[in-house]
């Protein structure tokens, strides 16, 4: 937990109390249902929380903002962004419903309420967002057509409504075909080495009727 401080120096005492929560939480449904690998577990805060804080710290976004968080796993970075921004709205969607199950309810004992999830192939999610996020699901022009269509038309963030994606390593065939993307160092913002490899990948997409 004083790694999340160390960046999130200015959390109220909700958020704190919330964070501090998971890693109880996560171990205890980790021991019935497994959602994060063993060897993650105990590094939870480094690993999935902070990681996915690292959207944060190249987005910051505005209240009223929607989230859509494609296959989100046992909830990351879905759930420490809503802690994060609690006027935000996210929506996470996993064709595993075992992992929602842990998500709904590690939401309900931390009081989160900002956060819908849904049992659900994310083509068949028939609604628009400021912004998609996730962690390595799968290739980025894979994604963008999972999630073609699903971003709104309204621009009320400092970035471009689009796609925010966590990935690691050498993304440079991966990305050569978008002109707009951008790629965040997240070694830029955190010093642990973990990070040294890993980056926020931000696609801006247009609104498609």
């Known amino acids: 937990m004083e790694l999340i401080l160390k960046y999130f120096p200015d959390l109220t005492e909700t958020q704190i109390q919330q964070f501090e929560s998971l890693e109880e939480l996560y171990k205890d449904w980790n021991s019935k249902i497994n959602v994060i690998s063993r060897k993650d577990i105990d590094e939870l805060y480094l690993k ?4 996915s804080l690292g959207i944060a710290k190249v987005m910051n976004f505005t209240d009223g903002s929607s989230i859509l968080d494609v ?21 996470l969607v996993d064709s595993i419903n075992k992992k929602l199950k842990v998500i709904n309810a590690v939401c309900e004992a931390i009081e989160l309420t900002n956060v819908k999830t849904t049992h659900s192939r994310v083509e068949a999610i028939d609604e628009t967002f400021d912004f998609i996020v996730s962690r390595a699901v799968t290739t980025m022009p ?4 999972w999630v073609k269509g699903k971003i709104a038309r309204t621009q009320k963030n400092e ?5 925010l994606y966590l990935k690691g390593g050498d993304l440079t065939e991966e990305l050569k ?20 490899t890993k980056k926020v990948i931000h696609l801006p997409l247009k609104y498609k009727v």
């Open 177 to 196: 075909q978008y002109k707009t993307v951008k790629a965040f160092l997240l070694s830029d913002y955190f010093e642990e080495p973990f990070f040294e």
């Open 142 to 145: 894979e994604f963008t057509t």
């Open 48 to 51: 999935h929380v902070l990681h």
């Open 159 to 163: 970035l471009k409504n689009g796609i």
């Open 71 to 91: 296959g989100t796993g046992g909830g990351f970075p879905g759930v420490p962004l809503a802690i994060l921004y609690p006027e935000c709205k996210f929506h």
